[in-house]
T-cell receptor, first 114, second 111 residues
Framework: EADIYQTPRYLVIGTGKKITLECSQT?????MYWYQQDPGMELHLIHY???????EKGDLSSESTVSRIRTEHFPLTLESARPSHTSQYLC?????????????FGPGTRLTVT | QKEVEQNSGPLSVPEGAIASLNCTYS??????FFWYRQYSGKSPELIMS????GDKEDGRFTAQLNKASQYVSLLIRDSQPSDSATYLC???????????FGKGNQVVVIP
């Protein structure tokens, strides 16, 4: 079982603010992912990383950026929050071995932009 | 065509019955298949993985894979109220280090 942490768990913020959602894992997983999910809706991949200094955009353009300076840390930044960014943001990680694709999810950050 | 399709609507089953969920996928190169359980307001939790054709059992859960027909299913035996959740099917995309997720099937177990 992976240990993956997200902070904050809940965030209410005004339009135009810059925010960073934190994600950390302690399992040494190389692959990490950010998803966006609205209530009752499907997961949308925003960004992912294969390892340090590797970042890729996913299917959903959410006007966000990520960085991967350390293996265990994969923060997501919204430069200018908008009400359309209101959603649940889920971080996940996956082991290094090439045959392993299973992903383990953190508890999520519920973001509300007013 | 969607990469992973879960077309069934909400499934209501009486307590103690078998819940059956199905999922189809489009990428013939997919090798890894997963079922996640997601309670309302929570994050997905991995409950089953299957990599070869046939059945895989874990407690009250059985995953079934048929690569020729490109479908994977999940059976929940002796359904309990605690099984009430949304179940997500996920499939690896060949040549890509990511999973494609289905929209999910909601299961409601009626006591």
């Amino acid at each position: 079982e992976a240990d993956i942490y997200q902070t904050p768990r809940y965030l209410v913020i005004g339009t135009g603010k810059k925010i960073t959602l934190e994600c950390s894992q302690t399992m040494g997983h190389d692959k990490m992912y950010w998803y966006q999910q609205d209530p009752g809706m499907e997961l949308h991949l925003i960004h992912y990383s294969y390892g340090v200094n590797s970042t890729e955009k996913g299917d959903l353009s959410s006007e966000s950026t990520v960085s991967r300076i350390r293996t265990e840390h994969f923060p997501l930044t919204l430069e200018s929050a908008r009400p359309s960014h209101t959603s649940q943001y889920l971080c996940a990680s996956s082991p290094r071995t090439s045959a392993s694709y299973e992903q383990y999810f953190g508890p999520g950050t519920r973001l509300t932009v007013t | 065509q969607k990469e992973v399709e879960q077309n069934s609507g909400p499934l209501s089953v009486p307590e103690g019955a078998i819940a059956s969920l199905n999922c189809t996928y489009s990428d013939r190169g997919s090798q890894s298949f997963f079922w996640y359980r997601q309670y309302s307001g929570k994050s997905p939790e991995l409950i089953m993985s299957i990599y070869s054709n046939g059945d895989k059992e874990d407690g009250r859960f059985t995953a079934q894979l048929n690569k020729a027909s490109q479908y994977v299913s999940l059976l929940i035996r002796d359904s309990q109220p605690s099984d009430s959740a949304t179940y997500l099917c996920a499939v690896n995309i060949w040549g890509n280090n990511r999973l494609a997720f289905g929209k999910g099937n909601q299961v409601v177990v009626i006591p």
